[in-house]
């Protein structure tokens, strides 16, 4: 998500720069709302930022106010009409909201406002709704802010906002902090959202705090205010510790640490609790990248590029649907023959989610003449569900909630297989005692979750 508030300057063009240093958050659709403080006009489409909008488009947007969104799909379905900014005009003024989470009381919600099962396409789209009808409902036309404070204290599980009328842009955390969001400065008079630092610095924005969790942040001609809508006890900073596995990018900042730094340190603690005898380290690319170059620092092994990624295919982890994945996987990676053929390897990634993509990975190694894969993973077994914004699957996808990690390693097709401990990844992020989600990891969810998260029911598909 991405929101700027900065009049006399090309607000359409900043939040296309912003998308676009944001597109890794989501590829399904992407759109923005601008703002001319008459009219609210959004354009949303399905694709990457750069399909959906062009210079003829963006020139048409004129305006001092914008909010943007990429998404990737984790309730309701990858349609047009789930794309957002999600529009609507209510209570004399139209407004636009762009959510990054995923809310867990959507059943709840619906039926306390008495709508149907199927009447709103998505859980953005439903918050949407109860703040359109708290305005209609309160007969006070212009008070946006106040009809999203009152609506929020309602809303469970995880939701980062970004929210425009006419003239404000609005910044939300939930009281968890779920996902990220900070503020950056523009100029004299411009402020920035963004869900992650790098889309300041593409904006020529400078970082100047994240949002906390439980605020609200409402800017407008006099710069940004708070609200702080939830009692002091609601609140219990919970950032997914996600985000500095694989979510974030690199060059992201997030508890002031810079991510390559975290996952180098990740490689590193590593290659100290599970060594492995090999003649050279690989990283998968992207994200197991850093973490192989601290496993290697830190092992004394050489490491060498030996994966070669796609450039131009998206994160097969967001990619909606199992057959996408595993073709997304042989058209994403291809190994360097002349760099492992009868290599020993130790291989870094990640996660091991569904397995379905490490399979065929390694499948791909030993094809290209690799004598061993060592396989070292920078997380913990990746064992329950994400309810707050990453669709990882239902227990029964997840192969480490079936699987023993030696039954991993036979299914993968690897030699030996090593997870990184929690709180080595606790201590690599920089900031081991800030508060965290690891419930994919632990099962220890912060918040109710929406089903029973009970026994594994199957077994994945190999
Ligand atoms: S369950 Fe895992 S992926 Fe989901 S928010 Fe928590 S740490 Fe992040």
């Not at 694709?47 to 799909?73: C, D, M, P, W």
């Not at 009381?105 to 918050?127: I, Q, R, W």
Request: hydrophobic share 40%; proline share 6%; net charge negative.
């Amino acid at each position: 998500m991405f929101g700027v508030r900065a009049p006399g300057r090309s607000v359409a063009h900043l939040t296309y720069d912003g998308l676009y240093a944001l597109q890794h958050r989501g590829q399904e659709s992407a759109g923005m709302a601008v703002s001319d403080g008459e009219e609210l006009v959004v354009v949303k489409d399905m694709g990457l930022v750069t399909n959906v909008f062009n210079e003829y488009k963006l020139a048409g947007l004129q305006g001092h106010l914008a909010i943007g969104h990429t998404r990737y799909s984790t309730a309701g379905a990858s349609s047009w009409h789930n794309a957002q900014p999600v529009y609507r005009h209510a209570g004399g003024m139209p407004f636009a909201v762009g959510h990054n989470g995923n809310l867990t009381n959507t059943a709840a919600l619906a039926d306390e406002a008495g709508m149907l099962p199927g009447t709103f396409g998505s859980d953005s789209d439903l918050l949407a709704e109860l703040v359109a009808r708290r305005l209609e409902g309160s007969g006070r036309a212009g008070d946006l802010a106040d009809a999203v404070c009152e609506v929020l204290p309602s809303l469970a599980g995880a939701f980062s906002l970004v929210i425009c009328d006419r003239d404000r842009l609005i910044g939300v955390r939930d009281p968890h902090g779920f996902r990220p969001l900070s503020l950056g400065r523009l100029g004299d008079d411009g402020w920035v959202l963004a869900s992650e630092t790098p889309a300041l610095d593409i904006a020529g924005a400078i970082w100047v705090r994240d949002v906390d969790p439980g605020e609200v942040v409402v800017i407008d001609g006099d710069g940004p205010a708070s609200r702080h809508p939830w009692p002091a006890g609601a609140v219990e900073p919970r950032l997914c510790l996600f985000e500095f596995v694989y979510l974030a990018r690199p060059d992201s900042r997030l508890y002031g640490q810079e991510l390559q730094g975290a996952r180098v340190r990740m490689g590193e603690l590593l290659a100290r609790s599970a060594p492995a005898a090999a003649d050279l380290v690989i990283g998968v690319p992207d994200s197991g990248i850093p973490a192989a170059e601290g496993f290697a620092r830190r092992s004394g092994i050489p490491y060498a590029t030996g994966l070669v990624r796609n450039r131009y295919i998206g994160r097969t982890f967001i990619t909606p649907g199992q057959s996408d994945r595993v073709q997304g996987v042989r058209r994403k990676l291809n190994p360097l023959r002349g760099v492992i053929e009868g290599k020993v390897l130790a291989v870094v990634d990640d996660s091991i989610v569904r397995g379905t993509t490490t399979a065929a990975m390694v499948g791909m190694l030993r094809e290209a003449g690799a004598r061993e894969v060592h396989l070292r993973i920078s997380s913990p077994p990746y064992r329950w569900p994400c309810y707050y914004g990453l669709d990882t699957g239902t227990r029964a996808q997840l192969i480490a909630a079936n699987l023993s990690v030696s039954e991993v390693e036979e299914y993968v097709g690897a030699d030996s297989l090593a997870y990184l401990g929690l709180d080595d990844l606790k201590e690599a992020t920089g900031a081991p005692l800030a508060g965290f989600c690891d419930a994919c990891l632990t099962g220890d969810y912060p918040t109710e979750v929406p089903v029973a998260v009970g026994r594994p029911l199957a077994l994945p598909v190999p």
